[in-house]
């Protein structure tokens, strides 16, 4: 069955042929393996025995087919994080929500368009936390080979992520027992680095060798469960250009933050005196106490020059490496003026859009944490007590999957079952309060959060009209934690209009939005203790996840669905769905 609607994809990329548009195909083989780090061995998932997994590479306009072969004990979902996915919301590899996930033993191809957008993206696993080393990057050059900048010489992926000691599929469990939870370590392009060791035996660390005068576009992806991170390059400093596969306008900066699910596209050249060694550090942020506090995150790689002139004399130069200076790891306001700084190329780039308003839908999205009582329990002790689960939310709600059809397939076949379980996600929190009141965060029999802290769980969606629309602003709020909180829309790109910190006030706020260039993306960085206000059109049809891309958030239920109708035409109608769509089954891995 795969393979005959493989064959049919071939049959049908070969007539584009003549169009120019190339097939990159790639066969994803998903098994587990052990590995070796900090004096353990660990089994974990991978792609192809690769940690990070294997690079998609293509250009604009190319078809990609990855056939997934699994076999790995766990169902399995390949979500491609940034693709619009334009009629195609089958592909979309989102767990539950757009498909059921690939038995062990089975296998599914995707087959997807990589049509208006250049960049970086990247593809990540979509069930359970196994995302954590099933991840690789999708770099998309432009047709024309002409970049809106300078031309690079090189194109080096730098992918952030972490190192798990922990089963991962154990991960989002874990979250309902508060167990120990926590990443073993930091990781740059899957090495820990040389701060990192066991025994006094330092970990490898991911090693870039430069040419003097060379530039290079470092394609930052933030694939880590946990942490946003700031990144540096001693001696060097990068001009941004693009972000989340759409490009900006470029500013110089010598520190990046990256949150998870976010990708940012960097100039550097190799400019500084070819004879020293340069670090180069990934260091994860986390919100200063009274919230809970994580060990620091950090790693370290390293800048090495090469084919350096013969009249450079090298004799007398320091061989040790040369440090960055890096921000507080609790320096949350450092990755808000980055943030801050992004503005789009628009209106001189033809790939990126143009506002458009009047505004069709609102929604007014707190994101915080609450508590449900475990068991059959009507009523049970707050403020941290054991009787309590912690959950995350939206709009006091906690995102709970479907276990047995997956919400669009649902929708697509008209399934009442599922159907009339799920909830419309309300437009607002149902009931006010101070959200960024920083007397919320600690968590304490008697706490001033308890009183609020009660929620629930359903599954929540939200539907819109083809071609509306749609203006959300997210609220981050102080409920029992203070995170950031990196919020990922699948199927559409949107404009970040404005962020702030403290309770979005529309009468005021709204005054602040940037109507003119503001910056598109994938991801969201909603900033702690305070909001950022999003727009798109809700022109894609299908069932698309809203999610933050913190695992300790989206798993306890930060998360809902966005349902956009078809419009009036066949072109503007979601196709019927493969016919070798995997079903469901009792040995898919469940969400908590
Ligand atoms: C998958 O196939 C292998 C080899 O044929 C077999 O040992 C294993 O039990 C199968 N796993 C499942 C879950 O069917
Ligand atoms: C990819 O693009 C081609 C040409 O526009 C189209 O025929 C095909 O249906 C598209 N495939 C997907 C999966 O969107
Ligand atoms: C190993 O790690 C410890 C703790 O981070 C550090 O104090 C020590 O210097 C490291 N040793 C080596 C050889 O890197
Ligand atoms: C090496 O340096 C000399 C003197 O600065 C310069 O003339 C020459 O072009 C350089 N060669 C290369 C390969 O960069
Ligand atoms: C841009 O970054 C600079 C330097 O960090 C900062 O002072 C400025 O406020 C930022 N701009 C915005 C709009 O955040
Ligand atoms: C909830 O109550 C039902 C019926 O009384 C019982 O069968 C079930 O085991 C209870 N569940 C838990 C988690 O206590
Ligand atoms: C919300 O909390 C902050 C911090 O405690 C406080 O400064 C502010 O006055 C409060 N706002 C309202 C409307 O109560
Ligand atoms: C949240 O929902 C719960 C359960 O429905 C309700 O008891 C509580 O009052 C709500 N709290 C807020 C702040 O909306
Ligand atoms: C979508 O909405 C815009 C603005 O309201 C309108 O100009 C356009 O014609 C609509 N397009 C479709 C296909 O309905
Ligand atoms: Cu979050």
């Not at 990781?187 to 820990?192: E, P, Q």
């Not at 001696?235 to 990046?256: I, K, Q």
């Not at 020293?276 to 995150?297: G, T």
């Not at 819109?464 to 629309?469: E, H, L, S, V």
Request: aromatic share 8%.
């Amino acid at each position: 069955m795969a393979a005959a609607a493989a064959a049919a994809l071939l049959a049908a990329v070969v007539a584009l042929t003549a169009a120019e548009a190339a097939l990159v195909e790639h066969t994803f083989v998903v098994r587990q393996m052990h590995m070796q780090h900090l004096c353990k061995d660990t089994l974990v998932t991978l792609v192809n025995g690769q940690f990070p997994g294997p690079a998609i590479e293509a250009t604009e306009g190319d078809t990609v087919v990855v056939h997934v072969v699994n076999e790995s004990p766990y169902g399995i979902t390949i979500h491609w994080h940034g693709v619009k996915q334009r009629l195609n919301c089958w592909a979309d590899g989102a767990g539950m929500v757009t498909q059921c996930p690939i038995q062990p033993n089975a296998t599914f191809s995707y087959g997807f368009n990589l049509t208006g957008q250049e960049g970086t993206l990247w593809w990540h696993s979509h069930v359970s936390s196994l995302r954590a080393t099933l991840h690789g990057v999708i770099i998309i050059r432009p047709k024309s080979g002409n970049y809106p900048f300078r031309k690079p010489d090189m194109d080096v992926p730098i992918i952030i992520g972490e190192w798990w000691h922990k089963d991962l599929t154990e991960v989002d469990k874990a979250y309902l027992n508060s167990n120990d939870n926590d990443p073993a370590a930091a990781t740059i392009n899957g090495k820990l680095g040389d701060l990192s060791n066991c025994s006094g035996k330092a970990e490898d660390s991911y090693v870039l060798e430069v040419e003097p005068g060379k530039t290079y576009l470092l394609r930052l992806v933030n694939a880590a469960l946990y942490s946003e991170y700031y990144f540096k390059v001693a001696g060097h400093s990068f001009t941004v250009v693009a972000s989340d596969a759409n490009y900006l306008r470029p500013f110089s900066t010598d520190v990046v933050a990256v949150a998870p699910g976010e990708t940012m596209d960097v100039l550097m050249v190799a400019d500084a005196p070819p004879c020293r060694k340069y670090h180069m550090v990934a260091l994860a942020i986390e919100a200063p106490e009274p919230d809970p506090q994580l060990p620091l995150y950090i790693s370290r790689g390293l800048v090495r020059y090469k084919n350096i002139n013969a009249s450079v004399d090298c004799a007398g130069a320091e061989r040790g490496a040369v440090i960055p200076d890096m921000p507080d790891n609790h320096d949350t306001t450092t990755t808000f003026h980055f943030h801050g700084n992004l503005t789009g190329a628009a209106p001189e780039h033809p790939l990126l859009p143009q506002v458009r308003g009047p505004v069709d839908e609102r929604l007014y999205i707190a994101l915080g944490q609450g508590s449900v009582c475990r068991g059959n329990m009507t009523s049970c002790k707050r403020g941290g007590s054991s009787e309590s689960m912690l959950v995350a939310y939206m709009n006091n709600v906690s995102f709970h999957l479907p276990d047995k059809l997956a919400l669009l397939e649902a929708r697509y076949r008209g399934d009442a079952s599922l159907s009339s379980t799920v909830e419309e996600l309300p437009s607002r929190p149902p009931r006010p309060f101070n959200y960024t009141d920083p007397a919320l965060i600690p968590v304490a029999p008697g706490g001033k959060e308890e009183a609020i802290e009660p929620t629930r769980k359903a599954t929540t969606a939200r539907r819109f009209r083809y071609n509306a629309t749609v203006e959300v602003v997210f609220q981050s709020t102080a409920m029992m934690q203070s995170d950031s909180n990196p919020m990922h829309l699948h199927g559409h790109d949107f404009f970040v209009l404005a962020q702030g910190h403290g309770n979005y006030d529309a009468a005021s706020d709204a005054r602040s939005y940037n109507l003119v260039d503001p910056p598109v993306k994938n991801t969201v960085h909603v900033p702690r203790l305070g909001w950022a206000a999003i727009r798109f059109v809700a022109d894609n049809p299908g069932s698309w996840f809203l999610h933050c891309h913190f695992e300790y958030h989206i798993a306890p239920g930060m998360a809902t669905v966005l349902v956009v109708d078809n419009g009036p035409t066949p072109e503007t109608t979601l196709p019927p769905p493969p016919t070798d769509l995997p079903k469901c089954s009792k040995l898919q891995e469940q969400r908590v």
